[in-house]
């Protein structure tokens, strides 16, 4: 019996470059929610950077946000996080700085950029997330230091020159991200270690959970629970390891898979 479902945010419940939830999903997920099962957002954007409409109209009863890094309560609360340890963020900022490498540090509350503001907004901000949630650090490089350690690194670099810091960093894992970026975490964290954690505390074990999403930094997601469904415009290597493919976001994707497995 399945009693959580979790949902990846961006081409999983909302289109790319689009506000709002596909209407089919909000109409299957209200039905779910009748039937008392948890609803769970899991994303690689921080709760602020979320999509007003998910949080008003999805209201989500957790959400796991930073690729796994944190986990907050239906109204943002911070319940858990995993942030990088000092050596490491003073490791990478040093080595971003020094090779004029664009990037901002990823927190609970916010994303602060310590180098090329003008850079990295005009970049990261093509999509979705405005430039006036972002907040520029890069005076004085010291956010860290004030409020906590970083859950994650966002950085730019010519030729994602970036992702061969992987070679200087065992603990960290690097991964391309949207719009010719590339982002790095703890390689202890992801979405579905903090999904387990969090399954964990609310006595609902990984079989009885149904996932969604459609890239590859849902693997975990799918392959965990006991449902792993990839959306039809999903990556190929999401759709190998799924256990079944649903239509396109746009194409009622998850109202059809939730049919399909007589959940509503």
Same mark, same amino acid.
């Given at each position: ?89 003073? *490791?990478? #900022?040093? !080595?971003?700085? =020094?090779?004029?490498y664009s %990037? &901002?540090?990823?927190?609970? $509350? ?58 200087e960093f ?9 719009l010719h ?18 399954? *964990?505390? #609310?006595? !609902?074990?990984? =079989?009885?959970?149904?996932? %969604? &999403?459609?890239?590859?930094? $849902? ?46």
């Amino acid at each position: 019996m399945i009693k959580a479902l979790v949902f990846d945010v961006d081409d999983t419940l909302v289109k790319y470059g689009k506000k709002y939830v596909e209407e089919s999903a909000i109409e299957a997920i209200n039905l779910v929610k009748e039937k008392g099962i948890k609803i769970i957002v899991a994303t690689g954007r921080g709760y602020k950077f979320l999509h007003q409409d998910v949080k008003d109209r999805v209201k989500a009863d957790y959400y796991i946000t930073v690729n796994g890094a944190c986990i907050n309560s239906v109204d943002g609360t911070t319940v858990k996080c995993y942030p990088m340890s000092e050596e490491t963020t003073d *490791k990478l #900022l040093e !080595i971003c700085y =020094q090779r004029g490498y664009s %990037f &901002g540090f990823k927190f609970d $509350d916010s994303l602060q950029v310590y180098v090329d503001f003008p850079y990295f907004t005009s970049h990261y901000c093509k999509g979705a997330i405005r430039k006036e949630t972002i907040d520029d650090n890069s005076e004085t490089r010291d956010y860290h230091l004030t409020y906590m350690l970083p859950l994650g690194c966002f950085i730019y670099s010519p030729e994602k020159e970036a992702m061969k810091l992987q070679e200087e960093f065992d603990n960290l894992q690097f991964f391309s991200a949207y719009l010719h970026g590339c982002e790095c975490l703890r390689k202890d964290v992801n979405k579905g270690k903090a999904l387990k954690k969090l399954l *964990k505390s #609310l006595n !609902i074990s990984l =079989q009885e959970c149904m996932a %969604f &999403g459609d890239a590859d930094n $849902d693997k975990e997601l799918l392959e965990m629970c006991g449902i792993g469904v990839c959306m039809g415009n999903g990556s190929a290597s999401l759709k190998k390891v799924s256990d079944y493919v649903t239509a396109d976001i746009e194409e009622d994707g998850i109202y059809s898979a939730l049919k399909h497995f007589d959940i509503i």
